[in-house]
């Protein structure tokens, strides 16, 4: 099979067909005389949203959801998706799902040589090792932000990482780069030295070695002690910190640790 026959024609009928239609849909609730809270959204309105229904999807695999509620939950994802790209559609110069589409299908062809190059099997020296695929694809990766100019405005560990993601997969990610980089010793030393002008700096130290340690591994420390909290949540023991049975012998009118008397609100 030749590298180009890797490339999947325009086929897949029904997922076609699928897709064509959620098109349609998007266009006829944007369009005027559809629905009025669509007609009224934004890129920055909808951002919120995007965010929510990102870990909609998130909690959704880390729950172990049944296939069907995964489905729905990147139903969801999916229609932010489109409603951006509709969105694009009214926007001057004009752009769509189309673009998106494209944008996706040319980054993994150049970021992935081994799969569709025409020199597939020259581009590593060996396809099945994991660390030479992803040396490869942040080489690529920087040949791209060079020829785009923005090869010397980088030089931070976080740039270009989102600010909203949060610290223990932002650590991960820093400490991914300074490895690939050969910076790791020094981005630690640094830290060192930051630790003491830090309230909990003690312990930001030892949660940075927990990311390096898991990052080591391929692990992302943010979901995997999301997903144990999760777990042992659904799984209590009788009487432990999360127990949902109410516990009998408790005073009703202790406030509690949270200082509020009577039970919590309903979810």
């Known amino acids: 099979m030749s590298a ?19 098109l349609e849909i998007m266009d006829a609730l944007r369009s005027p005389g559809g629905d009025a809270w669509s007609a009224q959204q934004t890129h920055a309105s909808l951002a919120r949203y995007l965010l929510e229904e990102s870990h909609e999807v998130i909690e959704a695999i880390e729950r172990r959801a049944p296939a069907s509620e995964l489905i729905d939950e990147l139903g969801d994802l999916w229609f932010q998706i489109l409603f951006h790209a509709r969105l694009g559609e009214e926007s001057d110069p004009a752009w769509g799902i189309a673009d998106v589409a494209r944008a996706f299908s040319e980054k993994m062809l150049r970021r992935n040589p081994h799969v569709f190059a025409a020199d597939a099997e020259q581009a590593l020296e060996d396809p099945a090792d994991v660390d030479a695929i992803i040396a490869q694809w942040h080489r690529v990766k920087a040949a791209e932000a060079a020829q785009k100019g923005e090869g010397t405005g980088r030089t931070a560990l976080t740039d270009g990482i989102p600010r909203r993601l949060p610290a223990l997969q932002t650590a991960a ?39 390096v340690a898991a990052e080591a ?8 002690l999301r997903t144990l909290l999760l777990r042992a949540a659904e799984s209590p023991e009788p009487g432990g910190p999360f ?25």
Request: hydrophobic fraction near 35%; charge should be negative; glycine fraction near 10%.
């Open 243 to 267: 127990d949902p049975r109410p516990d009998r012998d408790a005073d009703p009118s202790d406030p509690g640790p949270s200082g509020a008397v009577g039970p919590a609100p309903a979810p």
């Open 173 to 211: 990610k820093a400490v991914h780069r300074a490895r690939s980089q050969g910076r790791l010793d020094a981005l630690l030393a640094a830290a060192d030295g930051e630790t003491d002008g830090i309230e909990g700096g003690r312990h930001a130290r030892a949660l940075l070695d927990l990311a």
């Open 217 to 224: 591994e391929d692990i992302d420390p943010e979901s995997a």
């Open 4 to 22: 180009e026959d890797r490339v999947p024609s325009a086929g897949h009928e029904d997922a076609l067909a699928e897709l064509a239609r959620s």
